[in-house]
């Protein structure tokens, strides 16, 4: 361990966050199912799209495989020397691996597993209670709204803030603003994404379907 990281080390650092970010956990696993998650559901490579699309077991699996990436990221980092908001370098650098993956020509998901093991890494003090409530209305939630990981997500960040805040947990401010910014770039990122998947889908201009919009009138035999 070094007390005193050096440029190199905080490079290296991050540079192995973007690398684990960007292995495509989601994409490899719909694949052992005969499933390119590109193609079906959100076409988003995340846990949400796996558990609904291919299977719960392998969404669940999704979820804990990039969850790990990005505690280990942030471990990797702390051992090496890094701490405080030196951390959220590596931490970032996970998140927008996620994104843009390399392996999957820069396609990815939104990371809220990847920054659920973010948190762990770097406030594992204030998370538990977070995460339990996370986990709670994600699946509870899962049949009845369009993004339950981001709905699950805000709860469990609303809850992690108060406890940031509190005298229960001690959490460095710059750390409660990274993962505030985290959190939401990856909201914003998912709202960009399905815009433009509507926009593909339903080009400004394009013809009405009359057929759809008019079926014919079919006659029944009496």
């Known amino acids: 361990m070094n007390d005193n990281p050096t440029v190199a080390i905080i490079v290296f650092a991050t540079l192995l966050g973007y690398t684990a970010g960007s292995l495509p956990t989601a994409y490899l696993l719909s694949r052992l199912k005969g499933v390119n998650i590109f193609e079906v559901g959100s076409r988003q490579a995340g846990a949400t799209n796996v558990f609904r699309e291919v299977s719960h077991t392998m969404g669940a699996a999704v979820f804990l495989i990039d969850a790990v990436k990005g505690l280990l990221a942030v471990l990797a980092a702390r051992w090496l020397g890094m701490e405080g908001g030196l951390l959220l370098l590596p931490a970032f650098a996970v998140i927008l691996g996620h994104w843009n993956s390399p392996m999957t020509r820069f396609k990815g998901g939104d990371g809220v597993s990847s920054l659920s093991g973010i948190g762990l890494g770097l406030a594992p003090q204030a998370v538990a209670l977070p995460y339990i409530l996370t986990a709670i209305v994600a699946v509870a939630w899962n049949s009845k709204l369009a993004h339950p990981t981001l709905w ?5 960040y609303v809850t992690f803030l108060a406890l940031a805040i509190s005298p229960i947990a001690t959490v460095d401010p710059a750390v409660v603003i990274g993962m505030t910014v985290m959190g939401v770039s990856i909201m914003l990122h998912s709202v960009a994404f399905h815009r433009r998947s509507r926009s ?8 009405v379907d009359t057929d759809v919009e008019n079926p014919p009138v079919q006659q029944t035999n009496c």
């Open 152 to 156: 699950a997500a805000i709860i469990g």
């Open 200 to 207: 593909r889908m339903h080009p400004e201009g394009s013809p």
